[in-house]
């Protein structure tokens, strides 16, 4: 396949990976500008009798309509092209630069996983992950869309902004599956999914909406523990997941971690609406206050009297000055609520490619809470997007000094200087980031550009070099790697 251009158009540049139902390469696409990277999924049915091709033609029109549809949000894969050429069949998807979840979740130690395990990820971090995966998920469903194969390595984190994607959705399963197993191909339901992470109706070929939820809640419970799901003791009598002796999380929390793994779909959240929902419930309580009320004081009462009505006055004296600083407490501790709640929502418009609303929320929040370093920083990634480069700079030199380890802020500074020609500040940016975390891919990859800016070629070379020995499915900087060689 490689060197071979399909449609006219999409010239293979370099094998992804694959296995025996499909292959997946690195395409550009040549009618856009700019060496524009895509996806190419081949699927490549053993049996190629006319039945089953007609089949599999029906099935792949369907499910690429669904795919194209969903391709609308920003934290899935947009459809390109898919086509058939000499009885082959083609996707062709946005490239996701990034790495899966899978790297992130540390294996447990514990032997036959005895005993408690302890988090491997944190409760805090866990819950960001599932209330990401759960908005994609929120999308998806309201398109009655299942996506019949959440898991870890079909959840990337895209290199660019940290963000989680979710890929790899059931339609071209659907179509290995159905047509390379000739025994079965007039059977309607398949069973999709991975071990572990698939309920029991979805075994049964009957998956539901609440079967992602399943999945969904299962990775976190990974998270928490390290165990892979399918490792997870069972009860014998329930069939219910057997995890909370393996790490150490808050009540609500494992409450609505036990609801989406339930055994019977009918007692889980119905939709990633649903678990959403009762995620930010728990997750945001709300804090009341309590009134003082101060005693009446009458006049011409005995010395002793008056003694212990000094003494009760000093008391409520005391009791007011606390009040009033818990009452300062309680409005820091508000604004900064109310400064979080708006760097979700800057995050969520910024998803949704809505950055001049997203802007216009960071600075909300920026102006509750003006030490908010994140904020900061997403602003200046917002920025970036708005191609105000000289304005990105800045909020990226603000969180930079809130925050100086800020691994992100000195990588995304790069990038900005980079765009405004100014390689050598960039080179020096990207080697901060790097003293703070010397094997992070994307500093290392931005350092080759500005290398490469600079017309310091070998430089750039090696830096490339660095960014996929420690992540090899960099693909822009395998890419960018062979460019000095071309010059």
Known sequence: MLGITLSSRYSIIRHLGGGGFAQT????????????????????????????????????????????????????????????????????????EGHDLSEEITPSQLPSYQG???????????IDILQ??????????????????????NILRRKGDGKLVLIDFGAVKEITTQITN?????????????????????????????????A????????????????LPKDPDTEEIIWQDKTSVSPAFAKVLDKMVRYDFRQRYASAGEALQAIKEFNN???????????????????????????????????????????????????????TDLHKRGNTLY?????????????????????????????AKTLYELKKYRESQSAYDKAIELKPEYLEAWTG?????????????????FENALKIQPDYPAAWQGRGDAMLNSQRYEEAIASYEKAVQFQPNLYQAWYNRDKPTKV
């Open 285 to 339: 309580p709300i804090a009341g206050t309590v009134p003082v009320v101060l005693p009446v004081v009458t006049p011409n009462q005995p010395a002793k009297s008056r003694k212990k009505l000094y003494g009760k006055i000093l008391a409520i004296a005391s009791l007011v000055g606390i009040s009033i600083l818990a009452s300062i407490y309680a409005v820091n501790i508000l604004n900064s609520a109310n400064a």
């Open 216 to 231: 969904t809640g299962t990775i976190a419970i990974q998270c928490l523990t390290g165990i892979n799901p399918h490792q």
């Open 413 to 429: 500074r790069g990038y900005a200087l980079d765009k405004l020609q100014q390689p050598q500040g960039a080179i020096v940016s």
């Open 116 to 126: 408690v395990a302890g988090s491997c990820m944190k409760e805090d971090e866990v």
């Open 351 to 379: 998803n949704l490619n809505r950055f001049k609303e997203a802007l216009e929320t960071y600075d909300r929040a920026i102006a509750i809470r003006p030490d908010y370093a994140e904020v900061w920083q997403e602003k």
């Open 25 to 96: 390469y690195l395409a550009e696409d040549s009618q856009l500008p700019g060496n524009h990277l895509c996806v190419v999924k081949q699927l490549k049915p053993q049996a190629t009798d006319p039945e089953t091709l007609q089949v599999a033609r029906r099935l792949f029109d369907t499910e690429a309509q669904v795919l194209y549809r969903l391709g609308n949000h920003d934290r899935i894969p947009r459809l390109f092209a898919y086509f058939e050429e000499n009885q082959e069949f083609y996707l062709v998807q946005e490239f996701i």
């Open 132 to 153: 990401e995966i759960l908005e994609i998920l929120d999308f998806v469903h309201q398109q009655n869309v299942i996506h019949r194969d959440v898991n870890p390595r």
């Open 182 to 214: 000739p025994q079965h191909k007039n059977s309607l339901s398949v069973s999709i999914g991975t071990p572990g992470y698939m309920p029991s109706e979805q075994a049964h070929g009957n998956p539901k909406l609440s079967s992602d939820i399943y």
